[in-house]
């Protein structure tokens, strides 16, 4: 008997679902991102604002990646609906700390992922979620770092002017 | 060439080789499913929650949409349990067949 299953259903359901979840996440990211953005913008924070504004172009990406992936192996990518963000910090490092946390808890997500990946033995999947392993490993550097300034530099006006000097210019070079 | 994955009572499903589509049987009926749609069916039915539907004073009657034929289903709580009988068995079936044929597949290269 022909195996339409496997043709056309190419990953487990619960495979499915968990990537279902982490495009939801992603789509929260994006919109967590921009509510940073907006705090910094109209707070006179240009090029922080303009940091948080390409991070919610990543996670959009993020998303796109792997609403592309459910699509080719023919599986159910959900559209995923977004709750609502925080506005209200009580200062720019206040921010940067909640870049921090969206950051590792993404990562927990991805190596979730890879883990049941292993579980369920799909090595397509695993192999595909590496470069999101990746990618974590320099969202998380670059939010430590940026979070780093503030030790280094304190939080008066002049370090904050500082920091916005700096901030842009944080790169993850892997060893 | 259609080849029978489960009956029930009441209905069946077979699926046809040549178009890789499922062929439901029910209540004198054929609707045609490809198998994306075949999963959307199922979880359409098995999202449906039992024990609300018993305790509800409402009438004993749900509909259910099938957007790629734009058809509706009119189900009793005893049909919805009956498809939801059908459908396990298909999906079991199906995973069966899978696991077979990663085995036979094996022997594709056999030299």
Avoid at chain 1, 39 to 67: I, M, P, T
Avoid at chain 1, 151 to 172: P, Q
Avoid at chain 2, 70 to 84: K, N
Wanted: charged residues 30%; aromatic residues 10%.
């Amino acid at each position: 008997m022909k195996d339409i299953l496997r043709r056309h259903h190419v990953l487990k359901d619960e495979i499915v679902d968990i990537i279902n979840r982490q495009i939801k996440m992603e789509a929260h990211s994006s919109a967590a991102y921009l509510a940073l953005a907006a705090w910094c913008d109209v707070r006179g924070y240009d090029n922080s604002a303009e940091f948080f504004f390409k991070q919610s172009e990543e996670e959009r990406k993020h998303q796109l990646k792997l609403f592309h992936y459910l699509c080719d192996m023919e599986c159910d990518a959900v559209s995923p609906t977004v709750g609502e963000s925080q506005h209200d910090f009580g200062s720019l490092r206040e921010v940067f700390e909640k870049a921090l946390e969206h950051e590792i808890a993404v990562s927990d997500s991805i190596h979730e992922i890879v883990g049941e990946c292993r579980k369920y033995n799909d090595i397509a999947t695993e192999e595909f979620m590496r470069w999101f392993v990746q990618e974590q490993i320099e969202e998380e550097y670059i939010a430590r770092r940026a979070l780093e300034l503030f030790d280094v530099l304190g939080e008066d006006k002049i370090a904050l002017g500082m920091f916005e000097e700096r901030i842009l210019g944080i790169e993850y070079e892997p060893g | 060439m259609q080849e029978e994955i489960y009956r029930t009572k009441s209905a069946s499903i077979a699926q046809c080789e040549l178009t890789d589509s499922f062929l439901l049987t029910f209540d004198q009926e054929e609707i045609q499913f490809k198998l994306c749609d075949l999963f959307a069916f199922r979880k359409r039915i098995m999202a449906f929650d039992i024990m609300e539907l018993l305790e509800s004073s409402a009438p004993d009657v749900e509909v259910v949409h099938l957007p790629h034929c734009d058809r509706f289903l009119l189900l009793s709580l005893r049909e919805i349990l009956q498809f939801r009988e059908l459908l396990n068995g298909t999906f079991d079936t199906l995973a069966l067949n899978s696991a077979i044929q990663k085995i036979l597949r094996k022997n594709v290269f056999n030299f």
